[in-house]
């Protein structure tokens, strides 16, 4: 495999956002299985920040009451941070000799009577301890309110995130198999850890300090306006300056932010389809070129982090730098006024530090653009993903499925992936109770888009597919499904036992019903040999298991299921010869009076079924039982024979 261009790997493995309404590759998910992940690009700019915005604060609505206890906290610690502020004034003035006493506030409150002429060192000392005493008061109370302030927020925090990961999981589960066909495991997990962390940490860190910015905001300028109208209108000439700088910076951030998602998804969604496929990549020898690739996606990944950190770590020091600019240009002013126009050294002292104050938020604010944007960018990731259509809801007058008969027809029935493209022509056959129905043909010739359309996970564009005579469309989905099993070609085991995974087919099934199923599936044998036996804990996808192990495991799910609908699709080719032959009694017995639906490619295993269906390009061109199609020396008798092989 040659390596491919960074523009073909962006458009492959990043963000999925851009396509994600769109279905499969023509050849859908049968044959022609190639259309997980293609109909991806890479995410655009956001299509309405406002809305994500107002979507992220409805998360943290839902704590309403906590949030305003929240706020109350936050009003008490910068009450105490600003009267703090305030009475750093009186220990100035009454330290300083030159200064009245009746220039301190808690001069006048605590000692009315005090002049020039009494206020000597000995009362001036008192008067430091009150002072003193008051502040610590002070700022134990803004230790207090900062401490549940931090906490409550946290809890909220933590609670819509947990929320939030909720919902998207919660709308994974009910999304087709379409939008899975359609998009890369990295691609949704990308979601699930970087996009959901993102916001968290938003929630968490940015939401406090942006309410607390603009509450210290307006405390600190009203004790200036109050300490001195003129230094106050100095500071605020360079609000709009601050304004503009942080606009034009965190415009370009969150261009590069949104860049630099979309790449992390793109490198995630490689990282995931390589690690599953090591196997195939070192039997080829594509190693070399996986780094070559990986090395450009990280590359382009790097450059994008580069951008997005450096435009967002830039803010604080231009809005820092900027405000000691203006600190110093009012500490100059103040001083002139302290020297001519009687302005005293504690009401400069608390206005400076005021004024350091009042741009603090302000760059505090400024800087938490990186976390933002980066947060917003995840935010729409994420609920693109949340947007994305469930399945259609069963119709309102839904029948139950309560007991199965087993007669399934499909007339006429055409289907198509993509509205351009059709994969089904017309399709017309019928299976009664406890037959055997093989499919055969080429692949991409839709046998696997047959079955797919059985238990709908796709609805059919025409015509119809009925069971014991009633349209599949009437029932509720889920009494539909419990009643058709399936085995596939791709097994999947979970984390946990064997016993665990077997009984995945009907969770309220006895461990006896569960041997029993793997003695029908022929897997008995083999799981006794384990250490453990059924208790055998299996991680990694059995990755402890050969795959004709793992297949009889998923077997023997299908055989304690009951389903009186078998669904076979390849479920033997991950077996060799002699395993598969050893287990043709338990296939037997599992397809014993049951509607089993078969897809094999060996076609030995397909003999003695009741009918046989070859379809080519999505029609049925022959149709009968075995030797009947041998003798009419047509596409089967090629395939049977080995005359023509499959395409």
């Known amino acids: 495999m040659a390596k491919r261009s960074l523009e073909e790997l962006q458009k492959r493995y990043a963000s999925a956002a851009a396509m994600t309404a769109k279905g499969p590759g023509m050849g859908g998910p049968?044959?022609?299985?190639?259309?997980?992940?293609?109909?991806?690009?890479?995410?655009?700019?956001?299509?309405?920040?406002?809305?994500?915005?107002?979507?992220?604060?409805?998360?943290?609505?839902?704590?309403?009451?906590?949030?305003?206890?929240v706020l109350v906290f936050m009003l008490?610690?910068?009450?105490?941070?600003?009267?703090?502020?305030?009475?750093?004034?009186?220990?100035?003035?009454?330290?300083?000799?030159?200064?009245p006493p009746e220039k301190s506030v808690l001069v006048r409150l605590f000692m009315p009577d005090a002049t020039a002429e009494t206020f000597g060192v000995p009362e001036r000392i008192g008067c430091l301890g009150i002072i003193l005493a008051v502040l610590a008061c002070i700022y134990l109370i803004g230790i207090v309110t900062n401490y549940f302030q931090s906490r409550l927020m946290l809890t909220v925090s933590q609670n819509a995130t947990e929320k939030l990961r909720n919902d998207l999981y919660g709308r994974l589960q009910r999304l087709p198999v379409r939008y899975f066909d359609s998009n890369t495991t990295g691609?949704?997990?990308?979601?699930?850890?970087?996009?959901?962390?993102?916001?968290?940490?938003?929630?968490?860190?940015?939401?406090?300090?942006?309410?607390?910015?603009?509450?210290?905001?307006?405390?600190?300028?009203?004790?200036?306006?109050?300490?001195?109208?003129?230094?106050?209108?100095?500071?605020?000439?360079?609000?709009?300056?601050?304004?503009?700088?942080?606009?034009?910076?965190?415009?370009?951030?969150?261009?590069?932010?949104?860049?630099?998602?979309?790449?992390?998804?793109?490198?995630?969604?490689?990282?995931?389809?390589?690690?599953?496929?090591?196997?195939?990549?070192?039997?080829?020898?594509?190693?070399?070129?996986?780094?070559?690739?990986?090395?450009?996606?990280?590359?382009?990944?790097?450059?994008?982090?580069?951008?997005a950190q450096f435009y967002g770590g830039v803010m604080g020091p231009v809005m820092h730098n900027l405000s000691n600019i203006s600190y110093a240009i009012t500490?100059?002013?103040?001083?002139?006024?302290?020297?001519?126009?009687?302005?005293?050294?504690?009401?400069?002292?608390?206005?400076?530090?005021?004024?350091?104050?009042?741009?603090?938020?302000?760059?505090?604010?400024?800087?938490?653009?990186?976390?933002?944007?980066?947060?917003?960018?995840?935010?729409?990731?994420?609920?693109?993903v949340m947007d994305q259509p469930p399945e259609p809801a069963d119709l309102p007058d839904a029948l139950p499925l309560d007991e199965v008969k087993g007669d399934v027809v499909l007339d006429d029935v055409s289907f198509g992936y993509t509205p351009d493209h059709t994969v089904l022509k017309h399709i017309s056959l019928y299976a009664y109770a406890g037959q055997k129905i093989a499919f055969v043909g080429s692949t991409g010739a839709g046998k696997t888009t047959i079955t797919n359309l059985i238990n709908r996970f796709y609805d059919i564009d025409s015509g119809s597919i009925t069971i014991d005579g009633i349209d599949v469309r009437s029932y509720k989905r889920d009494d539909l499904r419990s009643h058709i099993a399936m085995v596939l070609q791709d097994?999947?085991?979970?984390?946990?036992?064997?016993?665990?995974?077997?009984?995945?087919?009907?969770?309220?099934?006895?461990?006896?019903?569960?041997?029993?199923?793997?003695?029908?599936?022929?897997?008995?044998?083999?799981?006794?040999?384990?250490?453990?036996?059924?208790q055998t804990v299996l991680e990694g996808d059995g990755a402890n298991l050969s795959q004709g192990q793992r297949q009889l495991l998923n077997i023997a799910r299908a055989a304690i299921s009951k389903a009186p609908i078998l669904i076979l699709d390849e479920a033997t080719s991950?077996?060799?010869?002699?395993?598969?032959?050893?287990?043709?009694?338990?296939?037997?017995?599992?397809?014993?009076?049951?509607?089993?639906?078969?897809?094999?490619?060996?076609?030995?295993?397909?003999?003695?079924?009741?009918?046989?269906?070859?379809?080519?390009?999505?029609?049925?061109?022959?149709?009968?039982?075995?030797?009947?199609?041998?003798?009419l020396k047509g596409r089967y008798y090629e395939l049977y024979t080995g005359t023509k092989e499959l395409d």
């Open 30 to 69: 049968g044959g022609g299985r190639g259309g997980r992940g293609r109909n991806m690009g890479p995410g655009g700019k956001p299509k309405n920040q406002k809305a994500t915005i107002r979507r992220l604060l409805s998360y943290i609505a839902a704590y309403r009451t906590r949030l305003i206890i």
């Open 76 to 99: 008490l610690n910068t009450l105490c941070s600003v009267a703090a502020g305030y009475f750093l004034r009186d220990v100035i003035n009454v330290v300083d000799k030159a200064v």
């Open 187 to 307: 691609e949704l997990m990308s979601r699930f850890t970087n996009d959901i962390d993102a916001i968290d940490m938003m929630i968490n860190n940015t939401v406090v300090s942006l309410v607390s910015g603009v509450i210290s905001l307006l405390g600190t300028l009203v004790m200036m306006i109050w300490t001195n109208i003129w230094l106050t209108l100095i500071t605020i000439a360079f609000v709009p300056l601050f304004t503009w700088l942080g606009g034009v910076i965190a415009k370009a951030s969150g261009k590069y932010y949104k860049a630099q998602q979309s790449a992390l998804g793109a490198v995630n969604g490689y990282i995931e389809e390589t690690v599953s496929g090591s196997k195939v990549i070192k039997v080829f020898n594509h190693e070399g070129t996986c780094v070559e690739e990986f090395n450009s996606l990280n590359d382009d990944m790097r450059d994008k982090q580069f951008k």
């Open 331 to 384: 500490a100059g002013l103040g001083g002139w006024l302290c020297l001519f126009h009687g302005f005293d050294v504690g009401g400069l002292t608390i206005f400076c530090n005021y004024a350091h104050q009042f741009s603090f938020p302000i760059n505090n604010i400024s800087s938490q653009a990186t976390t933002i944007m980066s947060a917003l960018a995840g935010a729409e990731r994420v609920f693109t």
């Open 491 to 534: 097994t999947h085991l979970f984390t946990g036992t064997i016993m665990e995974n077997i009984r995945y087919g009907r969770p309220d099934a006895t461990d006896e019903e569960v041997i029993a199923a793997a003695k029908t599936a022929s897997a008995h044998s083999f799981i006794m040999r384990l250490s453990k036996g059924y």
């Open 574 to 631: 991950s077996v060799d010869t002699r395993t598969e032959r050893h287990i043709e009694h338990g296939m037997d017995r599992l397809m014993k009076n049951r509607t089993t639906f078969v897809i094999a490619h060996r076609l030995s295993t397909v003999r003695n079924a009741d009918a046989i269906m070859v379809l080519e390009r999505g029609e049925i061109i022959e149709r009968g039982p075995h030797d009947h199609l041998l003798s």
